[in-house]
Every structure is written in structure tokens, then in C-alpha cells.
């Protein structure tokens, strides 16, 4: 029973396009998150967001559009795909109290053409 | 300031060693210390963590080392097995934005590899 899981794990696209990931937790985590991971395996923050409210926006192009429509669900859409935005893409969730452990998802691997 | 240095890049160790990461940070707002592990294909997972109250911290194999005077922290890996090959990742977070999130800034992570 998959904690936090992402689909799809592959994408391959053009540019110019637009493409959507989404992302669901069944650890009743009240907070969900975003991270970018590069070519050299570099973790970056994107989103995060507390129960369906935004938290962290960290100076992401508005091309990316997160949405969480409920505290168990964060997708993420992705306008006019660049060739830079070629990543793994990781959804994590976590709850705030208490231990602060991230859960991560096992990623989408974004490939733009 | 949100910076998390880390190294080395990337580790070689033979079956039975000892593998060493080392971390050092800026912010001294900081309080919370994870190192995750990554394998290929796959997300990142919390191995252990320390908070900066205690000098070391251990679990099995796998110790904290923490010295709050100088900003670093290592992960020690003992009797590194090849099983342990895999990414590791320091990181560091605090109590932020009213205590909504749990960010975390990773350090640029360490590729190891333990030979037979």
C-alpha cells in the first residue's frame, strides 16, 4: 500500500506543451510538497502546501500551476513546457507537529524534447 | 544563509569500511538535521536525524555527528556494506512560516558506492 504515490513516472513531451503530474497521500499528512530534482541530483523546494492552502512558493515561473483540491491530494500542472523543466519531479508529505519526517513519493521523471 | 554545503561529491569505500559525509551550514535559525538516502529510481527516505541538543546521535550502523560551534554534521556509515550504495543527502530545516511546513534544503548529495 503505497504511501505517497505519483503518476505518471514517465513523461516525454515537446516543448511547448503542457503536462500535469498528480500526487496522493494516504498517511493523513496535513501538509504536501513539491521538489524539483535536477540532472545533478539537486533537491529543490518548489510548492508546499498545508492543507489545500499555499505555504511556499519558492520563485517558481507562474508556467507551474500546483493544485490541491483536498489535504491527501497536490498535482501539479506545467504550461508551455520548457526544455530546462527536464527533471524528477518528487512529491513529498509530511505532518507538521511533531516528527518532521518527509515522505516522497518515487517521482516523475519529466523528459521536454 | 540557506545554503547546506556538503561533501564529498562522490565516495568509494571497500566492503567493511567506514564511509564519512560531512555537512556545514549558515543558518543557525536551523534545528532540525535529517540525512536521507536515495536509491536509483527512486524517492529519497529518511535514514536519521538530529536535532541540535545532542553531539551524536546513532542508529545501528549509521551515527550523527554534530558540532553546533562550528555549523557541521557527518553521517558515519560503519561496516559499509554494498548495500548501502546508493545517494545520500544532508539536509537542514526550521520553524517556519507559523510552523505550516516542514521545508527542508538539501545539501547537493554524495554518491557512494561500497565495492566487494
Known amino acids: 500500500d503505497t504511501a505517497v504515490s505519483q503518476t505518471p513516472k514517465y513523461l516525454v513531451t515537446q516543448m511547448g506543451n503542457d503536462k500535469s503530474i498528480k500526487c496522493e497521500q494516504n498517511l493523513g499528512h496535513d501538509t504536501m510538497y513539491w521538489y524539483k530534482q535536477d540532472s545533478k541530483k539537486f533537491l529543490k523546494i518548489m510548492f508546499s502546501y498545508n492543507n489545500k492552502e499555499l505555504i511556499i512558493n519558492e520563485t517558481v515561473p507562474n508556467r507551474f500551476s500546483p493544485k490541491s483540491p483536498d489535504k491527501a491530494h497536490l498535482n501539479l500542472h506545467i504550461n508551455s513546457l520548457e526544455l530546462g523543466d527536464s527533471a524528477v519531479y518528487f512529491c513529498a508529505s509530511s505532518q507538521v507537529s511533531g516528527l518532521r519526517e518527509l515522505f516522497f513519493g518515487e517521482g516523475s521523471r519529466l523528459t521536454v524534447l | 544563509q540557506q545554503q547546506v554545503k556538503q561533501s564529498p561529491q562522490s565516495l568509494i569505500v571497500q566492503k567493511g569500511g567506514i564511509s564519512i559525509i560531512n555537512c556545514a551550514y549558515e543558518?543557525?535559525?536551523?534545528?532540525?538535521f535529517p540525512w536521507y538516502q536515495q536509491f536509483p529510481g527512486k524517492g529519497p527516505a529518511l535514514l536519521i536525524a538530529?536535532?541540535?541538543?545532542?553531539s551524536e546521535k546513532k542508529e545501528g550502523r549509521f551515527t550523527i555527528s554534530f558540532n553546533k560551534s562550528a555549523k557541521q554534521f557527518s553521517l558515519h556509515i560503519m561496516d559499509s556494506q554494498p548495500g548501502d550504495s546508493a545517494t545520500y543527502f544532508c539536509a537542514a530545516s526550521m520553524r517556519d512560516y507559523g510552523g505550516a511546513t516542514n521545508k527542508l534544503i538539501f545539501g547537493t548529495g554524495t554518491l557512494l558506492a561500497v565495492q566487494p
Open positions: 543558518n543557525t535559525a536551523f534545528d532540525y
Open positions: 538530529i536535532r541540535p541538543d545532542v
